[in-house]
Every structure is written in C-alpha cells, then in structure tokens.
C-alpha cells in the first residue's frame, strides 16, 4: 500500500482508478484498508475542490412533484391558487415565507432547499 496526499487532479484520478479497482475488496483485509483510506482522501480532496451549489428552488418543487406524481394543479391549495403555482413555476414570482413553510410542511421539500 502505498498511499500519499491527494493534491492535483493527476492524483485525484489516480486514486479514483485505485478505488474502482479495489472495490470489491473484503473489509479488515490490506486491500479493504486502503480502499478505505483512499476513499477518505478522495472525499477530502472533492470536499476541498469541489463546490456543491444548493439546488434551484423551482427546481426542487418540480423534483418533488414528479417523484410524487404532481400535477401543478395539486399544488394550487399549497401555494395559494393556480396562477400563484404557474407564476412560482415559470419563475415569474418568488416563493414567500408562507409558501416556504408549506411546501415543507406539506410534500416534506427541505426548507433549504426553498430558500434562493
């Protein structure tokens, strides 16, 4: 094994590669320590390399409608009629507080998420 600090990209892929080919390693063996050392380091590298944006808020609503089968009409009582949810939805309007909580409260949608 042997592991050093991931610090390019040239590394970060190599380690990638390393992962991919070990991953079928059985736990508490020295090919399973480093694929479990190898992973940490990746982790490090994309969490230092890497930024996550936090998703679009009409995005998410629209996210959360199809994984519940939605139309936008059954988000009329939640968002206050349908023009309120043809306006949020074409991005003409902005979600306010109320509807924020709302649509947690209502299709569980993390409020973070909501907030732009």
């Known amino acids: 094994m042997n592991i050093k600090p991931i610090r390019r990209k040239k590394d970060?892929?190599?380690a990638l590669k390393r992962i991919?080919?070990?991953w079928d390693a059985k736990v508490n063996t020295q090919e399973g320590d480093e694929?479990?050392?190898?992973t940490i380091l990746v982790e490090a590298y994309e969490a230092r390399n890497f930024e996550i944006l936090p998703?679009?808020?009409v995005e998410a609503i629209k996210f959360r409608m199809e994984q519940m089968n939605l139309?936008?009409?059954d988000?009329?009582?939640?968002?206050?009629g349908k023009?309120?949810?043809s306006e949020i939805l074409r991005y003409k309007r902005n979600l306010t507080v109320k509807m924020?909580?709302?649509l947690h409260k209502e299709l569980d949608i993390p409020a973070e998420s909501l907030i732009s």
């Open 12 to 14: 970060y892929y190599s």
């Open 20 to 22: 991919d080919d070990l």
């Open 55 to 57: 998703p679009d808020p």
């Open 75 to 80: 988000l009329a009582p939640i968002l206050g």
């Open 83 to 85: 023009n309120r949810v």
């Open 35 to 38: 694929l479990e050392v190898l």
């Open 100 to 102: 924020i909580k709302a």
């Open 71 to 73: 139309k936008s009409s």
